[in-house]
């Protein structure tokens, strides 16, 4: 009796939980009609003006158009490729340079004034060097998108080294573990769910690093094509462009959190 009332508390539980994301999922189609429908409407009725803002309707044909010849899916690959090479350099050098401020205390305290201006550096601002060093080629624009979300890893994921339990670390060494064995069983482990954050925020910096990369030097990709927009004044392609950015870093935003409920499942 006891057994079918725990069964169905838990059934309904369940039950609760699938209302719960119907809910949140009926909401967010919903603002995104109202969104764009909204928009709509103010371009047709000119409460906006349509020529600077366009419309949905207007950006739905430059994408049908462009897609159809080819030339955005060409654009669109360019800018895929540079942020997943941008986000992968940025992320395993920044949790390399992380592992190497935690092997060494004395370096951590050597370079720690040095990470805090870098972090406070605007990245940005050291496109035009990157360019000038590298040349203007694939090259600049993927260092860009890595060097915009390296320094953030490092300290992220050092901070989450230091953070590890002791009481851990004290089992390990009575059992004369090395520092590397105590890094390999104890401290990664535990950092990888910060780890994990760090990644999600490295989604939208790759972007920004990668598309800034490309208002500078590109002659290919979605950044110059909101460049090219601007520069004859066709602002639906620009906010075609803006609207495949915002599609594409929230379906890579998506597959980070795949990747998270992975390693989740798998470390309990």
Not at 42 to 60: R, V
Not at 73 to 91: A, M, S
Request: glycine fraction near 6%; charge should be positive.
């Amino acid at each position: 009796m006891r057994r079918e009332s725990d069964q169905q508390l838990f059934a309904n539980y369940q039950l609760k939980i699938k209302r719960e994301k119907k809910f949140v999922f009926t909401w967010q189609i919903l603002i995104l009609v109202a969104f764009f429908g909204l928009w709509e409407l103010a371009s047709n009725m000119n409460w906006i003006d349509p020529l600077i803002f366009s419309s949905p309707s207007e950006i739905y044909h430059v994408l049908i158009e462009k897609f159809t010849n080819g030339s955005m899916l060409t654009h669109l690959q360019v800018t895929l490729f540079e942020t997943v090479l941008g986000f992968l350099i940025g992320t395993i050098c920044g949790i390399i340079l992380a592992t190497i401020l935690w092997s060494s205390e004395k370096f951590s305290r050597i370079m720690d004034p040095y990470l805090v201006i870098l972090n406070a550096m605007p990245k940005v601002a050291l496109g035009p060097i990157i360019i000038v060093a590298m040349g203007p080629g694939y090259l600049s624009i993927i260092a860009m998108g890595a060097i915009i979300s390296v320094i953030i890893t490092t300290l992220v994921v050092y901070s989450a080294f230091k953070e590890v339990d002791h009481n851990y670390i004290k089992v390990l060494k009575s059992f004369k573990a090395t520092r590397w064995q105590i890094f390999r069983e104890a401290i990664f482990p535990a950092a990888v769910p910060s780890m994990i954050s760090t990644l999600k925020v490295n989604v939208g910096l790759s972007w920004v690093g990668v598309v800034v990369g490309e208002f500078l030097v590109s002659k290919k990709g979605l950044g110059y094509l909101i460049v090219y927009g601007f520069q004859v004044f066709d602002f639906s392609l620009v906010m075609s462009s803006l609207i495949l950015i915002a599609v594409f870093a929230a379906l890579m935003y998506k597959v980070v959190e795949q990747i998270e409920k992975t390693l989740m499942k798998h470390t309990r």
